[in-house]
């Protein structure tokens, strides 16, 4: 590859990172319906087409974002777990750590499981950043999983609890006081290894 070819792939490759970043920071400050190409294209001072020639529309952007937030969510539940002794422990740090994500990522949460980005879930052609984020919970719940229930299985399980409290907290249809109270029951009554 010559040195030019290599310039112009870092160049597309920062301009990607910066349509995406700026998704982002739109989505977060105005929700996902403010973000549009034309939007887009006028914070970044790129043209439509420019954005075009990377991402086929709003549903990539989001797919693109989804993906960086999965990988973003990953970290932050091997920090918290790794730092907790004991399994029931390393539950409720994953516990914690999920639903902090969730609160301070609003439009990423959203972008992963509540928009349409286009990626696949739970099959073979799940993008790699989206298996690891399923990799970071099992690792932790599949130790508390309970004799006879498959990891798997209990992880998909206690992963939709924790989107729930998330989703319904968020909404105001839970009150927020008692969040701490819902973590631990949930540890508690699930977490049974």
Excluded: C
């Excluded at 937030?69 to 002794?85: D, H, K, Q, V, W």
């Amino acid at each position: 590859m010559s040195v030019v070819q290599e310039r112009k792939q870092r160049e597309r490759a920062e301009r990607e990172r910066l349509i995406v970043a700026t998704a982002r920071e739109l989505a977060e400050q105005q929700g996902w319906d403010a973000v549009t190409t034309r939007r887009l294209a006028e914070r970044i001072e790129y043209s439509q087409p420019v954005l075009y020639s990377h991402f086929r529309g709003k549903r990539e952007i989001v797919g693109a974002v989804a993906l960086e937030g999965a990988t973003e969510m990953a970290t932050a539940i091997r920090a918290a777990t790794s730092a907790a002794n004991g399994p029931r422990e390393r539950v409720a740090a994953l516990a914690h750590a999920y639903l902090d994500f969730a609160a301070r990522h609003p439009a990423v949460y959203d972008a992963l499981f509540q928009l349409d980005g286009g990626l696949a879930y739970a099959r073979e052609d799940t993008p790699e950043p989206l298996k690891d984020a399923f990799a970071a919970l099992l690792e932790s719940l599949g130790e508390v999983a309970g004799e006879g229930v498959a990891p798997p299985l209990f992880t998909e399980t206690f992963w939709a609890a924790l989107h729930g409290l998330a989703t319904l907290t968020r909404a105001g249809r839970l009150p927020p006081e008692d969040a701490g109270q819902r973590v631990s029951l949930l540890v508690e009554r699930l977490a049974v290894g």
